[in-house]
Nanobody, 127 residues
Framework: HVQLVESGGASLQAGGSLRLSCAISGYSYNNICMGWFRQHPGKEREAVATLYTYGGRTYYTDSVKGRFTISQGAGEDLVILQMNGLKPEDTAMYYC?????????????????????WGQGTQVTVS
């Protein structure tokens, strides 16, 4: 079965950059939706960026467009979230997820928690 492990969370100052990594195991499909979500205290988990592995198309929520980039690692068992120009409002627990979604829901912001397989999360704090 699919397992996900996130790493890379940290505390840093506004304007800085951070790279989150998600190691994937137990996955052998080339048409899966991968995503990074975040959850602010007391709020729902929201999709930040998603990627459909077949074709590599991506989706970003409006608040991170131009600042965050989701990509697959060279070995395709790693999903990266590069975060630049970080702001205090980016402070949250960040989760990696894998979903057996069609491209439409994956790339149109229609993937919602708890559908899919989830990692344990990694904390990002921006001050």
């Amino acid at each position: 079965h699919v397992q996900l492990v996130e790493s890379g969370g940290a505390s840093l100052q506004a304007g800085g950059s951070l790279r989150l990594s998600c190691a994937i195991s137990g996955y052998s499909y080339n048409n899966i939706c991968m995503g990074w979500f975040r959850q602010h205290p007391g709020k729902e988990r929201e999709a930040v960026a998603t990627l459909y592995t077949y074709g590599g198309r991506t989706y970003y929520t409006d608040s991170v467009k131009g600042r965050f980039t989701i990509s697959q690692g060279a070995g395709e068992d790693l999903v990266i979230l590069q975060m630049n120009g970080l702001k205090p409002e980016d402070t949250a627990m960040y989760y990696c997820a894998a979903g057996f979604l069609l491209p439409g829901p994956c790339l149109e912001g229609r993937w919602h928690f708890p559908a899919g397989v989830w990692g344990q999360g990694t904390q990002v704090t921006v001050s």
